[in-house]
């Protein structure tokens, strides 16, 4: 659960309210059931006292070729994840700076207020920032989409290249502190609201870019990559189905909460909500810095290590396909893929710095091959040495590979406002 809770009322905006309240329990049913599938194949071909991932099962149940599908794209959602964070990360550096400015001039009335806003349509801006008559040259060398994302590898690029990133993981309960105060902050906002509906029945009606949506989700959810890791270190292993089912639930009733709590109360028009809903408030509201700050600290926190194991990924399948030693530590070797991976993530950041574009694309992607298509393939393959495979079975896992082609090919249909 991380950067997609700040575009989910955004993805139910796509899908429209109830359309996007059953595709969410539709995708998540399907992530816990074939994440369940993974830990049931794991136990019965993974190999004994060995820590078996799911390249190492995909290649003993369907060939090498499925081993590095499944490698591959491990590597691309960890660079999706990065690509996204860099996004973030900008955007929150950007406005904390530029507050931070516009309080060291000492401007009389800078607005303290909860004004809401919508980006897509200037004349809704309500509040007029001080800043924008006064800081035309800061404004200059301090832009969001060329300066900022450049200035930030300058402060990051450093973290990325300690040999281990233990350091960093002395932070991850700032997580669940994040995720507490989004809860909160969008139950303080949306008590202030009030409710904000046109019609109901209208929001039964499902809109053709739903998919969005579901393609979002499949990140959202996605943890197939590592749930045999992760639950192998789960002190009684005869309950990861239903520790797996409790992480699940809990994690669908935060997205819902977010996703439907804001977008019924939000008080503009609907198609105002933003893929980062804190660009939908003024930069002086004060909820919103202090959101914008912790979150810039979290990530800061988190993306050293994403960036460590997408290093540390790249080395072992060049070791895997060529023999060699190159995933041993070699400083020239890291600062090598790390410039790789900060100018990736600039370029993004310049160029296409749309996080519900980025998140659906990467969650449709890596979603078909570790959600939908591999985790079925496995199974099918699993029962068919058990010659336990029947028709009914066969057609259920089929119909899960088709959705997630489905998934995919609809994102190329939808056009991100």
């Not at 300058?154 to 997580?175: A, D, H, Y």
Request: charged share 15%; hydrophobic share 50%.
């Amino acid at each position: 659960m991380g950067t997609s809770l700040l575009a989910m009322p955004w993805g139910m905006e796509r899908a429209g309210l109830f359309p996007g309240i059953l595709v969410n329990i539709v995708v998540a049913a399907l992530c816990l059931y074939t994440c369940y599938l993974i830990l049931r194949i794991n136990e019965d071909h993974g190999v004994n006292g060995h820590q078996n991932e799911v390249s190492d099962l995909a290649r003993i149940l369907l060939g090498k070729w499925a081993e590095f599908i499944a490698r591959i794209f491990s590597l691309i959602v960890l660079i999706g994840s990065n690509i996204v964070y860099w996004v973030l990360m900008s955007n929150f550096l950007y406005h904390s700076v530029r507050v931070l400015y516009g309080y060291l001039l000492s401007i009389n009335g800078l607005p303290t207020n909860s004004t809401v806003i919508c980006p897509k349509n200037s004349s809704n801006v309500t509040v007029v920032d001080p800043l924008d008559s006064k800081a035309e040259g800061f404004d200059r060398i301090w832009d969001i989409y060329s300066t900022t994302p450049v200035i930030l590898a300058v402060l990051m690029f450093p973290l990325l290249n300690f040999k281990s990133p233990t350091f960093f993981t002395k932070f991850n309960s700032l997580g669940t502190l994040s995720v507490m105060y989004l809860l909160i902050f969008v139950a303080v906002k949306s008590s202030t609201w009030g409710i904000n509906m046109d019609s109901w029945v209208i929001e039964f009606n499902i809109k053709s870019t739903f998919c969005a949506l579901s393609g979002m989700l499949s990140l959202s959810y996605f943890i197939h990559n590592i749930i045999i890791s992760i639950m192998r270190s789960n002190r009684n292993p005869k309950n990861n189905n239903r520790d797996l089912s409790i992480a699940f639930l809990l994690v669908t009733f935060t997205y819902m909460f977010i996703g439907v709590v804001f977008y019924i109360c939000f008080p503009l028009a609907k198609d105002c909500i933003e893929d980062n809903i804190l660009n939908n408030f003024e930069k002086f509201d004060t909820m919103t810095i202090v959101a914008r700050l912790l979150l810039l600290f979290q990530l800061f926190t988190v993306f050293p290590l994403i960036s460590f194991m997408l290093r540390t990924d790249v080395f072992k399948n060049i070791n895997l396909y060529t023999n060699n030693l190159a995933y041993e530590f070699s400083y020239r070797k890291v600062v090598a893929v790390n410039i790789v991976i900060v100018t990736i993530c600039i370029l993004f950041a310049c160029f296409l710095p749309k996080i519900g574009t980025l998140i659906r694309y990467t969650g449709a992607l890596s979603g078909l091959v570790y959600i939908f298509f591999l985790p079925s393939l496995m199974k099918i393959a699993s029962l068919m040495k058990k010659e336990k495979l029947t028709f009914v079975k066969l057609t259920v896992y089929v119909l899960i590979v088709i959705f997630g082609f489905l998934n995919l090919i609809s994102q190329f249909f939808i056009i991100d406002k």
